[in-house]
């Protein structure tokens, strides 16, 4: 009987202790469930509807350094000899290209609206195929998808 009082009077002085244990025990095994690191992949939920594209945005979609960035890229890029190679007339050609600017910057859909010939159509959609990728088109403040319009003129001279 003595010893029964004995573990008893021990148990007593033991059950917080055995009870804190489980606890520890219990919260540190929900903290492994916790991921330690934020989601890499963006958040789509913040932005207007992916899938929507604008016409006219707040901000529209623009190279990265702006108008001046775009002229050296075409100065650069551009094969302006093309429709001399392929004997087009003399004149100035206008040529232009529709695409759509992702909300985070990637060109996609490029489509020519003019038909001139003479390979000036598929030079100036190769030269924005090959592009960096561009500043989004903004709406409301919030990234969005955008059509943009570019124009790229040829000039041939006569010979």
């Not at 050296?72 to 600017?101: C, E, F, H, Q, W």
Request: aromatic share 10%; with cysteine.
């Amino acid at each position: 009987m003595h010893l029964y009082i004995k573990l008893n009077g021990m148990f007593n002085k033991m059950f917080p202790f055995l009870i804190c244990m489980l606890f520890s025990y219990a919260v540190k095994s929900q903290q492994k469930a916790i991921p330690q690191s934020l989601p890499t992949k963006p958040i789509k939920a913040t932005l207007i509807s992916n899938e929507k594209i604008y016409i006219n945005p707040d901000k529209v979609p623009e190279m990265p350094g702006g108008v001046d960035a775009w002229k050296k890229y075409l100065a650069d890029s551009l094969d302006t000899n093309v429709p001399i190679k392929n004997r087009a007339p003399a004149g100035n050609y206008v040529v232009v290209v529709k695409s759509i600017v992702s909300y985070f910057g990637k060109i996609s859909d490029i489509r020519a609206e003019t038909k001139h010939g003479y390979g000036m159509e598929e030079e100036a959609k190769r030269v924005i195929k090959n592009c960096t990728r561009w500043k989004p088109a903004f709406k409301a403040g919030v990234p969005v998808n955008a059509f943009m319009r570019l124009e790229i003129t040829f000039v041939v001279p006569a010979l």
